[in-house]
């Protein structure tokens, strides 16, 4: 691969390091991967395409255009999956009416009172819930949907046991935030031992310099991150059967 | 593997009411190993073999904690167990209490008073180089460990369990592996307990509720069974 989307965000001595210290080989994915989709929901995409600045007035977590970028590959991964029997796994958030549950959220943003819906700000004008996952790439009957509370999709939830029981041995990871609930959650799959693919494309977050940064971070120690046409290739070569639910 | 007729043809039939056996009825199955299983050996360490073949009760003074004669009884099954497991390439792992002088301690009681060498492994069990040893200071052989990633890794699908105490340890990591979706296997003459009654009880929960409660033999032979596969 030539020019990655790190790399003009890289000084030539931390190029150096990386290529010296055998950082970033290629790891491989797994013989039998799930498709996860960390956190594709309103809160992180906003109800339409507008420029982050625009958008965060409404939904704070929004992620702009990058989002809506992301959303036709995502679906395009998601179609290659069903097609060939492999898992689709979503993760959204949770939040308890009155918000009691947010923890640790309210800590470091001024405006996590707006995530429950009486709190939402005036440049909302629908009451659409923010942990609804995207229509454009809605959870069909087979797939499984994980509720969650902290940005790993692994902690708290039975992601662990669910993947023992699909049969799958390891990740293929879309969604956002990268340097958030999608570092968060390769970082744990990679302590769990599964083995796992980041799709470049199907990845975002509000922070350019994060996104780029934290994907050159996990490439060089935890995943492999690719681009979708090499990401096609490999669900293409999959030929697994899985148990899936029956939806 | 076991026919659904012998489900309940275990240590429990003497204290269980027929009236609660009906009630249980329902989950009466057919009973075996997984396809690609690995040996859970919990908590075989010397503390619980000491002062010999008597009565926990008559060592508590000496030996608190010593499962006494009931450990004694599962040193030989228990050593078929593992060299049938290790002959068929069933991958081994052993978990045993880290020593801490300030350690989280895996159950309440007060009057224990531990030596390092007391958390050793029975030399009856020694671990082979091969095989892999954790330690725990909860119950759980996967709490704080890396249980998990190692039978991920290994695309192990199931446990064969034996060690003590069937009520502690064994119970909490039987339900760990059963909550993480993998299918175990306990194996009877393996597991023991200070109280032959908690023994008898919670083999009895945990093969109607999370695993396979089976007699030595019949692992041993779906064991050498899956060696020939």
Request: glycine share 6%; with cysteine; net charge negative.
């Amino acid at each position: 691969m030539t020019e990655r989307i790190w790399d003009k965000f890289l000084t030539e001595r931390d190029k150096q390091v990386f290529a010296k210290g055998g950082w970033a080989a290629n790891a491989g994915g797994g013989k039998k991967p799930a498709l996860l989709i960390i956190d594709v929901n309103y809160a992180f995409c906003g109800e339409q395409s507008k420029p982050i600045l625009e958008a965060v007035e409404e939904w704070r977590t929004s992620c702009g255009e990058e989002a809506w970028e992301a959303l036709p590959h995502i679906r395009t991964l998601i179609d290659k999956c069903h097609e060939k029997g492999i898992p689709v796994i979503y993760t959204t958030g949770t939040i308890r009416d009155d918000g009691w549950d947010k923890g640790s959220w309210a800590w470091k943003s001024s405006r996590s009172d707006e995530d429950t819906s009486d709190g939402a700000p005036p440049a909302r004008t629908s009451n659409r819930d923010g942990n609804d996952i995207m229509d454009e790439i809605a959870p069909s009957p087979q797939d499984i949907v994980i509720r969650k509370l902290k940005p790993s999709a692994f902690y708290a939830t039975p992601l662990v046991s669910f993947l023992n029981d699909l049969g799958a041995d390891s990740l293929i990871v879309t969604g956002t935030t990268t340097s958030g609930c999608v570092r968060a959650s390769v970082l744990d799959a990679f302590s769990n031992n599964y083995r796992t693919v980041i799709v470049e494309e199907g990845c975002f977050d509000r922070s350019q310099a994060s996104h780029a940064i934290n994907l050159c971070d996990m490439h060089a120690k935890y995943a492999d991150v690719v681009q979708m046409d090499e990401a096609m290739e490999y669900i293409e070569g999959i030929d697994e059967t899985y148990n899936l639910p029956t939806g | 593997m076991a026919s659904k007729a012998e489900f309940e043809n275990h240590c429990w039939a003497d204290i269980m009411k027929p009236e609660d056996l009906e009630t249980y009825a329902p989950y009466a199955r057919e009973t075996g190993i997984g396809d690609n299983p690995a040996l859970l050996v919990i908590d075989l360490y010397n503390l619980v073999y000491k002062g010999g073949r008597k009565y926990p009760h008559e060592l508590e003074k000496d030996f608190p904690n010593s499962c006494g004669i009931y450990a004694d009884d599962a040193i030989a099954p228990t050593q078929q167990l593992i060299a049938g497991c290790r002959a068929a390439g069933v991958p081994i792992f052993y978990i045993t209490t880290q020593f801490n002088p300030h350690r989280v301690a895996s159950t309440r009681r007060t009057n224990i008073k531990m030596v390092a060498e007391d958390c050793e492994i029975h030399d009856a069990f020694a671990p082979h180089p091969e095989d892999t040893v954790f330690r725990e200071e909860r119950p759980s052989a996967f709490f704080g460990t890396p249980l998990i990633a190692h039978l991920n890794e290994r695309r192990i699908d199931s446990l064969i369990v034996c060690g003590e105490s069937t009520s502690g340890c064994v119970r909490a990591s039987v339900l760990e592996a059963h909550m993480y979706g993998k299918h175990v296997s306990v194996v009877e003459e393996c597991c023991f307990d200070r109280c032959e009654i908690t023994h008898k009880v919670n083999l009895f929960d945990m093969h109607h509720k999370y695993a396979d409660v089976m007699h030595l033999d019949e692992v041993l032979s779906s064991v050498s069974l899956m060696k020939a596969a």
